[in-house]
């Protein structure tokens, strides 16, 4: 809202300058571009991309080496909803949690394990507001989703913080993850209605009650097929709990799209 203020404003004071300063402002902003395109270059030249845990040249693009990047926790055997790992299972199986009690999400996925060293990244990134971090993690969970061909939804939402959290912080992780994925953002179609306790410091039962009421939909329509982005999977209380809501809301099909899944059981 403020963004498309700031901008009906421009446009208007464009519309009642006269073409020469129209015509001035456009040199000015190609002379401008082309100035940092050439820095840009010149900045990748001499400094090239290094991989950020062993500093070897960096691979496509990412601050990651080949060598590294086949060395990462890839969760290729797990539960075929849940996102679960699961030995010797491919990506077909249904876990024992999911068999007993379906969670409301249809599919949960998550390119990694939640083990060395991308549990340090997600540490990284969470606490000590390490936005590289979120942006390696962003790009490889963006590469996994496109290598499987996942469907685009209609909407990503990223977790959202409550306001408190959030100024505490300085910076929303899920949404961090979620602007590399390449997919429209719709943030604002669901807030956190109240804080709760971090649930990285109850047990399962607990971390399910925390989240009872901790998500309320803002948005009069919902799309029907939405991907909720958040940076891991751990019991899916919070998974559970926003998917809830979602569908109550109208949402007909609900995937969750994380970094990393734990290994400790769904529920
Ligand atoms: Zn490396
Ligand atoms: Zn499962």
């Given amino acids: 809202m403020y963004a498309s203020k700031v901008f009906s404003r421009a446009s208007n004071q464009g519309s009642r300058a006269d073409d020469s300063s129209v015509t001035t402002a456009t040199v000015n902003r190609r002379a401008r571009r082309w100035v940092y395109r050439w820095l840009d270059r010149a900045h990748t030249a001499l400094y090239p991309m290094r991989c950020r845990f062993c500093a070897a040249p960096a691979s496509a693009g990412l601050e990651l080496c080949r060598l ?15 996102a679960l790992p699961l030995v010797n299972a491919g990506e077909e199986r249904l876990c024992g949690n999911c068999l007993r009690h379906p969670p409301p999400f249809q599919r949960a996925r998550a390119p990694f394990r939640y083990s060395h060293p991308v549990d340090g990244l997600i540490k990284s990134m969470k606490y000590g507001a390490d936005l590289a971090a979120a942006r390696l993690l962003g790009d490889l969970l963006a590469d996994y989703l496109s290598r499987r061909q996942v469907a685009l939804p209609d909407a990503l939402i990223p ?27 719709a943030p604002h179609l669901v807030r956190r209605g109240r804080q709760t306790p971090p649930q990285s410091r109850l047990g399962g039962r607990e971390r399910r009650h925390n989240m009872v009421g901790a998500f309320e939909v803002t948005a009069r329509r919902m799309p029907a097929h939405v991907a909720v982005v958040d940076d891991v999977l751990t019991t899916g209380a919070t998974a559970t709990e926003i998917t809830r809501v979602l569908r109550r809301a109208g949402a007909e099909r609900v995937e969750i799209w994380v970094a990393a899944r734990t290994h400790q059981p769904d529920r």
């Fill in 159 to 185: 977790v959202p913080l409550h306001p408190r959290g959030l100024s505490q912080r300085g910076f929303n992780q899920a949404l961090e993850l979620a602007r590399r994925l390449g997919v429209p953002l």
């Fill in 68 to 82: 590294c990047a086949a060395e990462l926790p890839w969760l290729d055997s797990h539960c075929r909803q849940c």
